[in-house]
């Protein structure tokens, strides 16, 4: 029954998402109790219409009285984790700082994004090659996701 119930939900999210391509699935479980959560992102972002939308496309079509469930659709928050490359994409041209699996962190403008890697830009200030004193230089490092620990956007206000 349970596999059942799920392909059900799994089909009517399905179903939402398409008639809002906009729109893309983050996470989504059903837990016990059929506690369904759905985690959305969006290509402009994800309005409280967007989580009713598809709340309602997978709500009204379930029977409470064949299954009792708990629906929550939620959008992810300005300081979630990026997950997808269509969030990468989405936050081109943003500070983002990415956690590198050895531990450093590196902070920069995500300038490119392909399917297998992201490319960061930022200035530093090291030492000269020659005598005292620092200079300014512009870095870039191209990084592959699977480097990647954890990268958010940098929110400055």
């Excluded at 983050?26 to 009713?52: H, M, P, Q, R, Y």
């Excluded at 939308?53 to 979630?80: K, M, P, Q």
Aim: aromatic share 6%.
């Amino acid at each position: 029954m349970a596999t059942m119930f799920k392909e059900k939900v799994t089909n009517l999210l399905q179903a939402g998402l398409e008639e809002k391509p906009d729109l893309f699935l983050i996470d989504f479980s059903i837990g016990a109790g059929n506690k369904i959560a759905i985690t959305l992102d969006g290509d402009n972002g994800v309005t409280v219409e967007d989580c009713i939308f598809i709340s309602r496309a997978i709500e009204h079509n379930l029977d409470r009285e064949e299954e009792d469930f708990s629906l929550e659709v939620a959008s992810c928050g300005a300081t979630s984790p990026l997950k997808t490359v269509r969030q990468y994409k989405k936050n081109e041209g943003r500070t983002l700082a990415i956690k590198l699996q050895s531990g450093k962190t590196i902070e920069g403008k995500l300038t490119n994004v392909t399917e297998e890697t992201v490319t960061l830009e930022w200035k530093a200030r090291e030492p000269k090659p020659v005598g005292k004193g620092k200079v300014t230089v512009q870095k870039i490092e191209e990084i592959a996701y699977n480097n990647i620990v954890e990268a958010k956007v940098v929110i400055k206000f």
